[in-house]
């Protein structure tokens, strides 16, 4: 029988060469004056840090420790004790932010930016190099929390789509593009949408990034979107056995059952008010092009190339993108119609059986009533808190959704601090239940 691992011997091997740094306070209520610090004494919560790395072939290697008033291996195991001190710690410091401003700042020398940041610190396999990935990522707001998620995903092999809300402020935008400025493998959208809450825009901004990414020379084998209050559940290196997996299969949810149809979305013409609000109007809408069958799905999924491509050339995709601009929330109908439908026959689609039944892995979202939280809900979705990274770390998807960044930060912290380690680690990654989800496309 095969031995498995518990989290504390997981921790015990991922902590090994972790290396001993010294500093005052990782939520000081002290406020840090970036200016008169180098980046290279700049970590991700701002606080001053020993950056010395050992060295071994060119490249710097070893986990380490990024949180230090608790420790992140008892949190996420569960431990009571370590989770009251947590959360009494979060409750009486406040957590250091990084301003927009100072982002600029960090990276006039772009060298020393991505050393102080750990942009190139985590060995990369053959079997990563092979296999690029291609990421939307949307903002409007945080670009700390922006930029942490990046890191987080970020390979020298990937490329990275920026959209940065055409609404946002100028500090953000700039801040962005001084980022990406940084990192030739990063860029910003070439248009980027004003987007409406639950109009087309949303949709629109999907979309450019997507006509961008194929534009590029590199030969992304996969798309994932998500938006800034996301994280990876998963390392690079996990996403990719699970992609390769999929064999060119999209993961897409797909929901059919009328009661979360909501159908008065696409029955009604909806239209763009003066004051930017999406209003239902008394106008009946005609139903989808091509005796298309319409089905509901998250904004959110993991899209392979030929999918990305076909959405982007075919007249079908065309049309059914035209019908959706009076739908309330099309980026929720578009995505699922296209996967699951027979007349449509995109690349990668399931139509083997009930788009209910099969798993959805691109993101966990925990929703009030249905899935436990110990955070707090915000629009029905749990803000997840320190207390939920037990459950959260064993879950099968790629990403969860979501994180604040000023809410309990010490749950962003410790899973940032779980998979960067977790990267260097020789730990077999078990593709047992992925290999036998029913939307995997055999050879």
Known sequence: MRKTCSLKQIFALLCVTLAVVTLSNILSSVPVDLNKLSSLEVNLNGVKLDTKR???????????????????????????TE??????????????????????NLTRDCQRFRESRDYDTIPVSKEELEFPIAYNL??????????????????????????VDASASLAVRNAMAAIAGCLKNVFMVSHAEDVIYEGFSR???????????????????????????????????????????????????GITVPG?????????????????????????????????????GSAYGVFSRAFVKFILEDKMAHDLLEWTKEVRSPDEYYWATLNHNKVIKAPGSYTAGIPDKKPWLAVYAAWGGANPCHGKFVRGVCVFGVEDLNELVSKKELFLNKLYIDYQPLTMDCLEEYIYNKSFSNIPFKTFYYKNLPFVRKS
Request: with cysteine; charged share 30%.
């Open 83 to 104: 989770i009251t001190k947590a959360q009494t710690l979060m409750r009486e410091t406040k957590s250091f932010r990084i301003s927009d401003e100072s982002f600029i």
């Open 54 to 80: 050992e060295v071994e072939g060119g490249h710097i290697v070893g986990p380490k420790k990024r949180v230090y008033k608790v420790s992140c291996a008892k949190v996420i195991e569960g431990d009571k």
């Open 138 to 163: 949307l903002l409007y707001r945080d670009v700390d929390q922006t930029e942490r998620l990046l890191r987080a995903i970020y390979r020298k092999q990937n490329i990275y789509c920026l959209h």
């Open 260 to 296: 979360r149809m909501y159908s008065v979305r696409y029955k009604f013409k909806h239209k763009m008010s003066a004051t930017k609000t999406l209003v239902r109007t008394s106008e009946k809408k005609e139903p989808p092009p091509h005796n298309i069958t319409l089905v509901k």
């Open 203 to 253: 949709l629109k901004a999907d979309l450019n990034c997507m006509e961008d990414l194929m534009k590029k020379d590199v030969q992304w084998k996969y798309l994932i979107n998500i938006p800034s209050q996301q994280f990876p559940l998963k390392t690079n290196l996990e996403i990719v056995k699970i992609l390769k997996i999929y064999n060119g299969s999209n993961d897409i949810e």
